[in-house]
């Protein structure tokens, strides 16, 4: 049994701080010493950190009037550091502009960390820091990295099916099961929560029609991802999603992540026992990982997540707090 909550509601608007300038105009790109690296090398040698341009202060409606994500400013969580890893993939780029948007500390484990300034901007490092590694290599993971994290949304995938993503050994068993195994053996105990994406269908992967969507095996290792994080003694959520829509967005810039909408598909359906079969917006998925976060009861527990037309709980957390508790099976 499955729960919908199909809701309207308006954030309220405020005005972010003016954009900082460097003396030349032009954006720049430092590293310093710190978790991270160094273009003049190859490990973690040092930071990339970046300043320029804050969010702009407008708030940018959509076509139906509704306030997008822009619009809705949120007083700085400083408790929080989150750690968004597969922050330039479909989900991860939504769930980095919306934390950006809600002034909550994060930092970005990428393989490419210059790709984040394509994304996202210049950003003061004190809203967001930058650090490469690759969760399939183990030695990538160095513990500095994961030094004053209190949160983990790891958002890593690939194809389901032979594509160029699989290039440079891309593939289902590298990314979502070794990867995964990586970064959790890497994670310190002292976290707040980790918060998986994960897909509907894992536990029927040898099952119509989930065996056709498994035949280069995404669902087995996702579900092998999903157990070895849920042995591993850390508090957990996992959030499988159904078929991803809206985005991936390639016109790469903040803004345009900010104004993205789920159309008419913004009503969510939260399920347990993977009993959903569905399409999801990403935007939905991405808001599903930080709102799970921090409702307490959400600890150790497996969800599945659709969307479909109507209004939606947005980013209201009691809204998203009554979804997940009416959950069942």
Same mark, same amino acid.
């Given at each position: 049994?499955?729960?919908?909550?199909?809701?309207?509601?308006?954030?309220?608007?405020?005005?972010?701080?003016?954009?900082?300038?460097?003396?030349?105009?032009?954006?720049?790109?430092?590293?310093?010493?710190?978790?991270?690296?160094? +273009?003049?090398?190859?490990?973690?040698?040092?930071?990339?950190? $970046?300043?320029? *341009?804050?969010?702009?202060?407008?708030?940018?409606?959509?076509?139906?009037?509704?306030?997008?994500?822009?619009?809705?400013?949120?007083?700085?969580?400083?408790? +929080?550091?989150?750690?968004?890893?597969? #922050?330039?993939?479909?989900?991860?780029?939504?769930?980095?502009?919306?934390?950006?948007?809600?002034?909550?500390?994060?930092?970005?484990?990428?393989?490419?960390?210059?790709?984040?300034?394509?994304?996202?901007?210049?950003? /003061?490092? &004190?809203?967001?820091?930058?650090?490469?590694?690759?969760?399939? *290599?183990?030695?990538?993971? /160095?513990?500095?990295?994961?030094?004053?994290?209190?949160?983990?949304?790891?958002?890593?995938?690939?194809?389901?099916?032979?594509?160029?993503?699989? /290039?440079?050994?891309?593939?289902?068993?590298?990314?979502?099961?070794?990867?995964?195994? *990586?970064?959790?053996?890497?994670?310190?105990?002292?976290?707040?929560?980790?918060?998986?994406?994960?897909?509907?269908?894992?536990? +029927?992967?040898?099952?119509?029609?989930?065996?056709? $969507?498994?035949?280069?095996?995404?669902?087995?290792?996702? +579900?092998?991802?999903?157990?070895?994080?849920? &042995?591993?003694?850390?508090?957990?959520?996992?959030?499988?999603?159904?078929?991803? %829509?809206?985005?991936?967005?390639?016109?790469? /810039?903040?803004?345009?992540?900010?104004?993205?909408? #789920?159309?008419?598909?913004? #009503?969510?359906?939260?399920?347990?026992?993977? *009993?959903?079969?569905?399409?999801?917006?990403?935007?939905?998925? #991405? &808001?599903?990982?930080?709102?799970? $976060?921090?409702?307490?009861?959400?600890?150790?527990?497996?969800?599945?997540?659709?969307?479909?037309?109507?209004?939606?709980?947005? %980013?209201?957390?009691?809204?998203?707090?009554?979804?997940?508790? %009416?959950?069942?099976?």
């Amino acid at each position: 049994m499955a729960t919908k909550l199909s809701l309207t509601f308006r954030f309220p608007v405020e005005k972010s701080p003016k954009p900082r300038k460097s003396k030349s105009g032009v954006p720049q790109l430092n590293c310093c010493n710190g978790y991270g690296f160094s +273009k003049n090398n190859s490990g973690f040698k040092g930071q990339l950190s $970046m300043k320029v *341009n804050a969010v702009q202060d407008e708030a940018i409606q959509s076509s139906n009037s509704e306030t997008t994500l822009l619009s809705q400013t949120i007083p700085p969580s400083s408790s +929080k550091l989150v750690l968004v890893v597969g #922050a330039t993939g479909g989900v991860g780029q939504l769930v980095v502009a919306s934390l950006l948007n809600r002034n909550i500390k994060s930092r970005l484990l990428l393989r490419d960390p210059e790709k984040a300034i394509s994304l996202f901007g210049n950003q /003061d490092e &004190e809203k967001l820091q930058v650090v490469k590694g690759d969760t399939r *290599n183990p030695a990538d993971l /160095d513990p500095s990295i994961f030094e004053g994290v209190t949160h983990v949304i790891c958002c890593t995938g690939t194809t389901a099916f032979p594509s160029k993503r699989w /290039d440079g050994d891309n593939t289902p068993e590298r990314v979502d099961w070794e990867g995964v195994r *990586n970064l959790v053996s890497a994670l310190p105990s002292s976290l707040k929560r980790v918060v998986l994406v994960s897909s509907v269908g894992v536990t +029927k992967f040898n099952e119509l029609p989930w065996s056709i $969507m498994n035949i280069f095996g995404v669902l087995k290792y996702k +579900k092998k991802g999903e157990d070895f994080l849920c &042995e591993s003694g850390l508090p957990f959520t996992i959030i499988r999603a159904g078929r991803l %829509t809206d985005g991936p967005y390639t016109s790469y /810039d903040l803004n345009t992540l900010l104004k993205a909408t #789920a159309g008419q598909r913004r #009503a969510v359906v939260i399920g347990q026992g993977d *009993n959903l079969v569905g399409e999801v917006s990403r935007l939905v998925v #991405a &808001e599903a990982c930080i709102q799970a $976060m921090d409702i307490e009861f959400t600890e150790g527990k497996i969800y599945e997540i659709n969307s479909v037309e109507g209004e939606g709980p947005g %980013t209201d957390p009691e809204k998203w707090e009554e979804l997940f508790k %009416t959950a069942r099976a």
